[in-house]
């Protein structure tokens, strides 16, 4: 059963929920394909129900071994933990606890250097209380460099965060935070960049109706209008018709929104959570976007279940032109979590990673990731649990060459058994 269907301020009743899923998630690190490495294994401690890989996110090198790191969210404990673990030893870096119904970890990010130490921070977002909130972390020492709070209470702020990149040319990266439910819980939505020198509102950006859910999806793209300031992706759920969904690309410059991206005539959900920029795809000296929808039923869907077969895509960031696309073989695939892995076959293209959280292809509701080409979209690497109930490819990112041997690794969440992999990336034939 899927549960990113639910729709806030339901999210409480659907945590409850949660916990009764979660039992009964075989044993980790059963997998179809034999040549499936996991180097590092992470388990959620407070037990079913917590979800703890709910959002991973990948790091630049934090603990100085020239390796990325990675974030994990758990955000229904009592107030949500996020967690920082070494890539090269798996290590526990840093733990950031929440309040009682804070659902901190529902949302994380590398934040870039704000603080201007040479060290990557952390962004974590807290929407449950209030109107949310985001904390900024040192990436070097742990600390809390700053607390960015909603504007009313009920505007999910921090629904999702990103680095914005350096929006207003000081040579610091600034911020993007997502407030899904604004204004006040109306769900028209909002997205706020702020400086990371001074923590300063820079600009927001709104939802063009009540219940667009604008917000529920934050990125940042590379330059795509070639003005030397890095762009911005914001997704919203419920907006365009039928309220399937579209995804926006805003200059960074000027606010300006640059592209508008619809949703399939068969979409649901698109533009929540799983939105990203990757790199120029298509060659054309444009960097590309990354958007999906779990939910889509292009292949049907199981609403007893809240299961779909899903829809992921890659979109043209000079026109918005969908260049390539996957959907999930039939109603229970859950295809869409996922971004960039890298160049995993060196052929130039950045890759793209795939979860089917839903998927049955290797047990019930064990879920699969896929590594789809950059270049022609065929599949270089399946990955499927043999694991009931794991919901494998609930969020997947590629995580850089932790164990050094020339090939990019992945962080997959089976965020249904509470664990995270960091599995080795499948070197390329010569």
Do not use: C
């Not at 929920?17 to 979660?22: K, N």
């Not at 119904?101 to 590398?110: C, E, K």
């Not at 407030?179 to 001074?198: K, L, N, P, V």
């Amino acid at each position: 059963m899927s549960r990113r269907k639910a729709y806030w301020p339901t999210i409480i009743a659907a945590a409850a929920l949660f916990g009764a899923i979660a039992v009964g998630a075989n044993a980790a690190g059963a997998f179809v394909e034999p040549n499936v490495q996991v180097l590092q294994e992470f388990d959620g401690t407070a037990g079913p129900g917590t979800d703890f890989g709910w959002a991973v996110s990948e790091l630049g090198d934090v603990d100085g071994d020239h390796v990325e790191d990675a974030i994990v969210g758990e955000p229904f404990t009592d107030g949500g933990s996020t967690y920082v673990y070494s890539g090269r030893t798996g290590s526990l870096l840093y733990r950031f606890d929440g309040a009682s119904g804070d659902y901190n970890g529902f949302s994380m990010a590398d934040a870039g250097d704000v603080n201007d130490d040479r060290v990557h921070d952390i962004l974590v977002g807290a929407p449950g209380n209030g109107a949310g909130h985001v904390d900024l972390y040192s990436g070097k020492t742990g600390e809390l460099l700053h607390r960015f709070i909603g504007a009313s209470a009920g505007d999910a702020f921090g629904w999702s965060v990103s680095s914005a990149g350096d929006v207003d040319r000081d040579h610091q990266a600034d911020v993007l935070i997502g407030a899904s439910q604004g204004f006040s819980g109306a769900g028209s939505g909002y997205a706020s960049i702020y400086s990371g020198r001074t923590y300063e509102l820079i600009r927001t950006l709104n939802g063009d109706r009540v219940g667009d859910q604008f917000g529920s999806g934050a990125a940042s793209s590379r330059d795509v209008n070639r003005d030397h300031v890095p762009d911005q992706i914001v997704g919203a759920r419920d907006a365009g018709n039928g309220a399937r969904g579209q995804v926006y690309v805003y200059s960074g410059e000027t606010g300006e929104r640059l592209l508008t991206i619809d949703a399939s005539s068969h979409g649901d959900s698109f533009g929540s959570f799983f939105v990203a920029g990757v790199g120029d795809v298509n060659r054309d000296g444009t960097p590309d976007i990354y958007a999906a929808d779990y939910y889509d039923s292009t292949n049907g869907s199981d609403p007893t279940n809240f299961t779909a077969s899903g829809r992921a895509a890659v979109y043209s960031g000079r026109n918005g032109h969908e260049l390539l696309s996957w959907v999930g073989p039939d109603a229970d695939a859950g295809l869409g979590p996922g971004r960039g892995a890298g160049d995993v076959n060196h052929d130039g293209h950045e890759d793209l990673i795939v979860g089917s959280y839903t998927s049955n292809a290797g047990a019930s509701n064990a879920g699969r990731v896929q590594i789809f080409s950059g270049a022609d979209g065929s599949v270089l690497r399946t990955i499927t649990s043999k694991a009931t109930n794991e919901e494998l490819g609930f969020d997947a990112v590629g995580l850089g060459d932790t164990n050094q041997d020339g090939a990019p690794d992945e962080l997959v969440s089976a965020a249904n058994g509470n664990r995270v992999y960091i599995i080795a990336g499948a070197r390329p034939k010569p």
